[in-house]
């Protein structure tokens, strides 16, 4: 059984930066593709960023592309996502997920490709 943990979430500024981090429990963390989802009040879950099994290619929303970051330390099971220029559209409680399948990083915006979901850890922008 896989949990995934988030943390660095907080209470920021427009303009200001946060570094979220997501460690996983599985075994074989490094043969899966990791993401991040968000979801903000009153609305579904969105895709936010990912990063295969390697580490080696990154797939991002068009409203965070240019500001984040995704990448991840295999060694540690852990996967980052590095958010800059925070806006308050960013407002949402932020999920760390990893892909079903093995190596997968087909259908990246369906959640539904993602069997693991962390608790979340919220993050605020004010304005």
Not at 26 to 34: E, H, I, K, L, V
Not at 97 to 111: G, M
Request: charged letters at 20%; hydrophobic letters at 30%.
């Amino acid at each position: 059984q896989v949990q995934l943990v988030e943390s660095g979430g907080g209470l920021v500024q427009t303009g200001d930066s946060l570094r979220l981090s997501c460690v996983s429990s599985g075994p074989t963390f490094s043969s899966y593709a990791m993401g991040w989802f968000r979801q903000a009040p009153g609305k579904e879950r969105d895709f936010v960023a990912l990063i295969d099994w390697r580490g080696r290619s990154t797939y991002y929303a068009d409203s965070v592309k240019g500001r984040s970051t995704v990448s991840r330390d295999n060694s540690k099971n852990t996967v980052y996502l590095q958010m800059n220029s925070l806006k308050p559209e960013d407002t949402a409680i932020y999920y760390c997920v990893q892909k079903e399948k093995k190596y997968e990083i087909t259908n990246y915006h369906n959640a539904l490709g993602y069997n693991y979901w962390g608790q979340g850890t919220q993050v605020i922008v004010s304005s």
